[in-house]
């Protein structure tokens, strides 16, 4: 059963148990777990294509967001986000709970899952070949890897590119997109059917909302691709689109600091990298036309195929 | 070491630092992985491998090229002998 059917009441109780729910992204399973009702509506619409795992299973990362205690709660309610069992951060206001379990969920897999390589990337996918989007936050790879899951490629992540050691495979690590500002009517504008849940003003990011990932590319959640383009992205509303080229050794150089934990990984970070950047055709693209970028990353793929 | 063409790239095992070569750099690091070799060797071993206008300039250049190996650990000295850690 999708998430999207469980009844609003189970969801609920089970998210304020003490085991919470289990959601299998993909290259990791994540427990969630809250004592906030509205939660469990807001997971049924940006988690609507995923079924709920075996909770009694080992998960990767926990993440709890409950209400804090204190006189407070009854002037201005707050939050507390707790990663495994220990709370890193003071409270946060209690009005946008999904961008920030969202958040926990990034920074829990960020430094915990370091059996793998991960890169900041968005990633997708078409044909099995893979195409990396590594940025910075606010250069626009997420709304780019989410207009491409709309056009035809298969989304694995718009946060982590998870590389295996070993074969350099990437991993789809499948959670909801997290479109900013802008970005949100930009997609909705792209593609009216697609599930956009509600908007959350006032984050440190600006408003904030979630796309739903497509229920077929949840279901392949586990086929991982192969390495065949890098293009890192920057949005730039003064152009259209422009593509350079990029030296493998530069590309290189800028996933290794792109990379959350590859220091982590040392030997097997650099021959993860090199196999990725060996296996691909690397570009800088800057754009300011979200269609024609989308465009120009298909017509980029299939050169790379040619060239390989 | 990968092979990116005319620029490579090095793994450091001892910081865990990839470095960025031209192919100058990549070569004297090859040359010193198979043995340590003098200054003076490296200046030979370049000048073979320069254009005639810049061989002049190659003892120099191998004083710099070692300097900056050195600098990024990658290649020690033995006896006085720049030695590259492989």
């Known amino acids: 059963m999708h998430i999207a059917d469980v009844a609003a009441a189970r969801l609920r109780d089970e998210l304020a148990s003490r085991r919470g729910i289990a959601i299998d992204c993909g ?12 939660l469990a509506d807001l ?6 294509g995923y079924q709920l795992a075996d909770a009694d299973r080992a998960c990767d990362v926990a993440v709890t967001l409950r209400r804090a205690r204190g006189l407070r709660r009854w002037i201005r309610p707050q939050v507390e986000l707790v990663v495994d069992a220990a709370r890193e951060l003071e409270p946060f206001p209690a009005d946008t709970p999904l961008p920030l379990l969202e958040w926990g969920l990034n920074f829990a897999l960020a430094t915990r899952l370091t059996c793998y390589l991960l890169l900041h990337s968005g990633v997708v996918e078409r044909h099995g070949r893979a195409v990396l989007l590594p940025a910075m936050p606010g250069a626009g790879k ?5 207009a491409l899951s709309l056009r035809g490629f298969r989304l694995l992540s718009d946060e982590f590119g998870v590389v295996r050691p070993g074969d350099a495979r990437l991993l789809p690590l499948l959670r909801p997109v997290a479109l900013k500002n802008e970005s949100i009517d930009v997609i909705a504008r792209l593609a009216p059917d697609a599930v956009i849940g509600p908007r959350f003003p006032k984050t440190y990011k600006g408003t904030v909302a979630h796309l739903a990932p497509a229920t077929e590319h949840v279901r392949e959640r586990h086929t991982p691709a192969e390495p065949a383009l890098v293009a890192f992205p920057r949005f730039d509303p003064g ?8 030296s493998r050794a530069r590309a290189f150089a800028r996933l290794a600091v792109n990379a959350f934990n590859y220091e982590v990984l040392g030997p097997d970070g650099f021959d993860a990298l090199g196999r990725i950047v060996s296996a691909s055709a690397c570009y800088q693209l800057r754009y300011g036309d979200l269609a024609r970028a989308v465009q120009a990353i298909g017509q980029l793929l299939d050169e790379a195929a040619v060239g390989h | 070491m990968l092979d990116f063409g005319d620029e490579f790239v090095v793994f450091n095992p001892l910081s865990w630092d990839a470095h960025l070569l031209n192919a100058a750099a990549a070569a004297v690091l090859d040359l010193l992985a198979e043995a340590p070799h003098t200054e003076t060797d490296v200046a030979a071993f370049l000048q073979e491998t320069l254009l005639d206008s810049e061989r002049e300039a190659a003892p120099e250049h191998a004083r710099q090229l070692l300097e900056e190996l050195i600098r990024l650990g990658l290649v020690r000295t033995v006896d006085e002998e720049p030695v590259a850690h492989r």
């Open chain 1, 239 to 246: 152009c259209g689109v422009e593509i350079e080229p990029l």
């Open chain 1, 27 to 38: 290259a990791a399973r994540v427990r969630m777990r809250s004592d906030l009702p509205a």
């Open chain 1, 43 to 48: 997971l049924r619409i940006v988690y609507r």
């Open chain 1, 142 to 146: 997420s709304t780019l890897a989410a």
